[in-house]
């Protein structure tokens, strides 16, 4: 069993270590680190930490597909919180008195776990709501504020924006008020001489990570909902973005390795020719090809789609001129159906489940090898000044660069649409998006000493 803890501000790696010496600690979690994980059943997920402000958050359907695969995921304190009280009915557990107030509904907004904290060591600089409420609980239990200047100091700290609700500001607030001022001095002296005092988002990640330490999390119970139709076609897309082939090549996801195929492998046409008919006709990606091919014209035709049914302006709008003229019809109608599957906004493919994503990328390449080693000049050219980043590119020598590596010898706008579609891009603009990212490295346009370029601009 691998145990995978999200934690940062709450409690940090190194105070998780302590109570789980195995366990693997990650960041706060945010939109696609659930879906890089090699997660397999009966392995645990605590989430403690997550982002949600500058960065999407965890979403709910990351979690669901851990629970539908067998994944226990714990929740507590902060964002696990909030995501189990949302999702403690299809078998995420949570764990503590935050996510006890936020399911029985004592508490609603997002703002009363969040904490600003420093970038790199996640140190918190400001103090969650949460925080401030079991103060002023313990407070009223132990007769040193009364209830009524409880719920006053609350709403004054409520009033605070979370990034700024710090004891100075909390302070301030309350400076012209003797009434509150006298409350809090009362309540600060209390916490001074009570060292022993535990923050309520720490204990509960203590809480629950000792519950996972004894072996008290259980598999979750997901027999209600997971034979039912939740799953999307957005989730195998987050899949094919975020999932990561080979860990040993560090970070690399799934979609960076599929771009990069995409460009430069001579194969990947064909593949993804195949996986297009095999939409069309509704085969599996094991069937005979040109089978698939005779059955997709069939399909085609039966919709009412043949070549006859093409102007010439249309059918050269898919084609080049040396296509129109010398292919057969039925290759002509083949390539109009390939060049003509649509994408999203995000540049994914609506037929690119896992499983054709699997068949797409071929796994005797070092294609994650290539994009780690892409990222990496794409950085420390950066690095060597502002103006220096891939979206700086002069998209003339991009272009360039990608017609070479397709063997399009003649500057043909068309041809060069007509190779892009056949790829799975849109046309030759995507195709020069996406190479952004690889153009310094694959084109040794940056020498060894990463000098600047002059396929730079500005």
Same mark, same amino acid.
């Given at each position: 069993?691998?145990?995978?803890?999200?934690?940062?501000?709450?409690?940090?790696a190194e105070q998780v270590g302590r109570i789980?010496?195995?366990?693997?600690?990650?960041?706060?979690?945010?939109?696609?680190?659930?879906?890089?994980?090699?997660?397999?059943?009966?392995?645990?997920?605590?989430?403690?930490?997550?982002?949600?402000?500058?960065?999407?958050?965890?979403?709910?359907?990351?979690?669901?597909?851990?629970?539908?695969?067998?994944?226990?995921?714990?929740?507590?304190?902060?964002?696990?919180?909030?995501?189990?009280?949302?999702?403690?009915?299809?078998?995420?557990?949570?764990?503590?008195?935050?996510?006890?107030?936020?399911?029985?509904?004592?508490?609603?907004?997002?703002?009363?776990?969040?904490?600003?904290?420093?970038?790199?060591?996640?140190?918190?600089?400001?103090?969650?709501?949460?925080?401030?409420?079991?103060?002023?609980?313990?407070?009223?239990?132990?007769?040193?504020?009364?209830?009524?200047?409880?719920?006053?100091?609350?709403?004054?700290?409520?009033?605070?924006?979370?990034?700024?609700?710090?004891?100075?500001?909390?302070?301030?607030?309350?400076?012209?008020?003797?009434?509150?001022?006298?409350?809090?001095?009362?309540?600060?002296?209390?916490?001074?001489?009570?060292?022993?005092?535990?923050?309520?988002?720490?204990?509960?990640?203590?809480?629950?990570?000792?519950?996972?330490?004894?072996?008290?999390?259980?598999?979750?119970?997901?027999?209600?909902?997971?034979?039912?139709?939740?799953?999307?076609?957005?989730?195998?897309?987050?899949?094919?973005?975020?999932?990561?082939?080979?860990?040993?090549?560090?970070?690399?996801?799934?979609?960076?390795?599929?771009?990069?195929?995409?460009?430069?492998?001579?194969?990947?046409?064909?593949?993804?020719?195949?996986?297009?008919?095999?939409?069309? @006709?509704?085969d599996p990606l094991d069937a005979d090809p040109?089978?698939?091919?005779?059955?997709?014209?069939?399909?085609?035709?039966?919709?009412?789609?043949?070549?006859?049914?093409?102007?010439?302006?249309?059918?050269?709008?898919?084609?080049?001129?040396?296509?129109?003229?010398?292919?057969?019809?039925?290759?002509?109608?083949?390539?109009?159906?390939?060049?003509?599957?649509?994408?999203?906004?995000?540049?994914? @493919?609506?037929? @690119?489940?896992?499983?054709?994503?699997?068949?797409?990328?071929?796994?005797?390449?070092?294609?994650?090898?290539?994009?780690?080693?892409?990222?990496?000049?794409?950085?420390?050219?950066?690095?060597?000044?502002?103006?220096?980043?891939?979206?700086?590119?002069?998209?003339?020598?991009?272009?360039?660069?990608?017609?070479?590596?397709?063997?399009?010898?003649?500057?043909?706008?068309?041809?060069?649409?007509?190779?892009?579609?056949?790829?799975?891009?849109?046309?030759?603009?995507?195709?020069?998006?996406?190479?952004?990212?690889?153009?310094?490295?694959?084109?040794?346009?940056?020498?060894?000493?990463?000098?600047?370029?002059?396929?730079?601009?500005?």
């Amino acid at each position: 069993m691998t145990v995978h803890v999200f934690c940062g501000p709450t409690i940090s790696a190194e105070q998780v270590g302590r109570i789980m010496p195995e366990a693997r600690t990650h960041p706060p979690v945010r939109h696609g680190d659930l879906l890089a994980l090699d997660c397999r059943p009966g392995d645990v997920v605590v989430i403690i930490d997550g982002v949600f402000h500058s960065t999407p958050p965890v979403r709910h359907k990351e979690i669901i597909l851990l629970l539908a695969s067998g994944v226990a995921v714990v929740g507590a304190s902060s964002m696990g919180a909030l995501r189990a009280a949302e999702l403690y009915p299809y078998g995420m557990r949570g764990v503590g008195r935050i996510f006890e107030m936020y399911r029985d509904g004592r508490i609603e907004a997002d703002d009363e776990v969040a904490v600003a904290h420093t970038p790199d060591d996640l140190r918190p600089l400001s103090i969650p709501l949460v925080d401030v409420r079991a103060d002023l609980d313990d407070a009223v239990v132990a007769e040193v504020i009364t209830p009524v200047e409880a719920d006053r100091l609350l709403a004054v700290a409520r009033e605070l924006h979370y990034p700024e609700r710090t004891a100075r500001a909390l302070a301030k607030a309350v400076a012209g008020d003797p009434v509150l001022r006298e409350a809090l001095d009362r309540m600060t002296r209390r916490r001074q001489h009570r060292p022993e005092a535990t923050d309520a988002k720490h204990a509960d990640a203590v809480e629950a990570l000792t519950l996972v330490a004894e072996g008290m999390i259980k598999p979750p119970d997901t027999g209600d909902w997971a034979g039912g139709s939740w799953r999307t076609t957005q989730i195998d897309q987050w899949i094919t973005r975020f999932r990561i082939r080979r860990p040993d090549a560090g970070r690399i996801p799934l979609a960076a390795e599929l771009q990069h195929q995409q460009l430069y492998d001579p194969d990947y046409p064909a593949r993804w020719r195949h996986v297009t008919f095999s939409w069309i @006709t509704g085969d599996p990606l094991d069937a005979d090809p040109a089978a698939v091919e005779r059955r997709a014209i069939e399909v085609a035709r039966a919709h009412g789609l043949d070549r006859a049914s093409l102007s010439q302006e249309q059918a050269l709008y898919w084609l080049t001129r040396a296509e129109f003229d010398g292919l057969s019809e039925d290759e002509q109608l083949l390539r109009v159906l390939v060049r003509s599957a649509r994408f999203d906004a995000a540049g994914h @493919t609506r037929l @690119t489940t896992p499983e054709k994503t699997a068949f797409l990328l071929d796994p005797e390449l070092d294609s994650a090898g290539a994009v780690r080693d892409a990222w990496r000049v794409n950085d420390a050219v950066a690095a060597t000044a502002p103006h220096r980043a891939v979206h700086r590119l002069r998209p003339d020598l991009v272009r360039a660069h990608v017609a070479a590596r397709w063997n399009l010898s003649a500057p043909d706008p068309g041809a060069l649409d007509a190779a892009a579609r056949d790829r799975g891009f849109l046309d030759a603009a995507a195709a020069v998006e996406v190479a952004r990212a690889f153009y310094l490295h694959a084109s040794g346009a940056v020498p060894p000493t990463l000098g600047t370029s002059a396929a730079l601009s500005g």
